[in-house]
């Protein structure tokens, strides 16, 4: 048997290799000159990496543990010692913990309300979920402004959302909004450091786990090669792309649902992969880079979250040995749909202002990257697509349904951590899994 996996990001490189383990002869086309997708490192000194998409786990994420483990990779822990910065509309200022200086009772409301959303979605069939088309056809902003009471709740919000998702609350329906939070896990295991999802790093990079999995496929994967089209006749497949015609008897297409819909598939999809609602994940990373973790002493953990922008928040993502200092920065929701518009030179200009006023007592940065998801042509966003208002009821049932020999993978695809590096890979164990029971 013979299959085709299009895009090398990890779920795509993990269909390919289940299906090469199984003994299916694969062959992986990716548009892109490099392996990974929404995984990417940043080389900030010379050996040590910084993720500019995908980065964190915890351990619940178990299938990703799984496969670091077979390819000797280690991970480390995100550092958390010391008092974290908030710039929330009355200047920049320390505290300790990352609970940010707000009133206890706007903050237990929000949350209250939000875990109430989640516990009540099917995480199965979100489109199952009781009163779901009224929770499709609202977006979170507009659910906010009718169910929070306090203003600080109100300004915290979009901080959180844009944290968690890298949404702004009008681009998601609040389905969408309570099906994240309960597939990752709940708010408290999303939202923490410590024994939460964002508790570990991969110690070289995210990405060095791709690149680990494309190296065990060897010459099966084809960069630089983006398929443009998928006929299925009686026979069997034909997958077009750049470098010619592939023949197989299956497919695997993990892209996001925006780019599989510029694919032209024949027979037709019954159903589009997304709308004019589906947004793009809004998220710009930002990486400055110091000799050292100089904020460490100053007593600070590197964390802040600020409403002024452009940076929604900022976490430290040096390497273990403290060899070099990196200082990660998220642009999220609307101010990355702004910032992603502006000249490189300014982005790095508003950065570095912001930073100067949230870590005053740190020198200028020796140098400093930005990573635009939502300009990246192969990507249209990161963390993951974000569904709007409709999406689900619309969408939902077709994302992980067959289309005869065609099926779908990628982090869009799972109602299991989904938007998350976990996700991905349960998605493609699952096409995997589904082409050779079929077969």
């Not at 099966?220 to 497949?237: K, N, T």
């Not at 947004?279 to 002024?308: F, Q």
């Not at 060899?323 to 998220?330: A, C, H, M, P, R």
């Not at 994302?399 to 996700?423: I, K, Y």
């Amino acid at each position: 048997m013979k299959a085709v996996v299009v895009g090398a990001g990890l779920a795509g490189l993990t269909a390919a290799t289940s299906l090469a383990d199984a003994g299916v002869d694969v062959v992986v086309a990716e548009a892109r000159d490099r392996v990974g997708g929404r995984m990417r490192g940043i080389e900030v000194a010379p050996g040590r990496w910084a993720d500019a998409g995908a980065a964190y786990l915890g351990d619940r994420h178990v299938e990703l543990h799984r496969l670091l483990s077979k390819h000797g990779l280690k991970t480390c822990p995100t550092t958390m010692e010391g008092a974290s910065r908030f710039s929330l509309g009355e200047g920049a200022r320390s505290r300790s913990g990352r609970f940010p200086p707000l009133p206890a009772v706007a903050l237990g409301e929000l949350f209250e309300l939000l875990d109430g959303l989640a516990r009540a979605v099917d995480v199965d069939a979100p489109w199952r979920t009781p009163d779901a088309e009224q929770l499709d056809s609202t977006t979170a902003a507009a659910w906010a402004q009718e169910n929070l009471t306090y203003p600080e709740g109100k300004l915290f919000f979009p901080l959180f959302l844009g944290e968690m998702m890298a949404a702004a609350p009008s681009r998601i329906s609040v389905l969408h909004m309570a099906f994240y939070l309960r597939s990752g896990g709940g708010i408290r295991y999303l939202n923490a450091f410590e024994g939460g999802a964002q508790q570990d790093r991969v110690a070289d990079g995210a990405h060095a786990l791709c690149e680990a999995m494309a190296a065990e496929l060897g010459d099966r994967v084809r960069l630089a090669d983006p398929v443009h089209a998928i006929h299925q006749d009686a026979d069997g497949v034909t997958v077009r792309s750049a470098s010619g015609s592939v023949r197989a008897d299956a497919v695997v297409v993990a892209v996001p649902p925006v780019l599989a819909d510029r694919i032209d598939f024949s027979p037709a999809l019954p159903v589009a992969r997304s709308t004019a609602h589906t947004a793009p994940g809004c998220a710009v990373k930002v990486h400055l880079v110091y000799p050292a973790p100089l904020w460490r002493e100053h007593g600070l953990s590197g964390w802040s979250v600020s409403s002024d922008g452009p940076l929604l928040s900022t976490v430290d993502d040096s390497p273990p040995d403290g060899s070099v200092g990196v200082l990660t920065g998220f642009v999220t929701g609307d101010d990355a749909v702004e910032f992603s518009g502006l000249d490189p030179a300014e982005q790095r200009a508003r950065a570095l202002a912001q930073v100067r006023t949230l870590f005053p007592d740190l020198p200028a940065p020796t140098a400093c990257h930005v990573t635009d998801w939502i300009s990246d042509p192969h990507s249209r966003g990161c963390y993951a697509a974000l569904f709007g208002p409709g999406d689900w009821i619309g969408l939902g049932p077709h994302l992980g349904a067959a289309h005869g020999r065609v099926r779908w993978a990628g982090t869009e695809t799972s109602t299991e951590f989904f938007g998350l590096m976990e996700g991905a890979i349960r998605s493609g164990r699952r096409a995997a899994a589904d082409i050779l029971g079929n077969h």
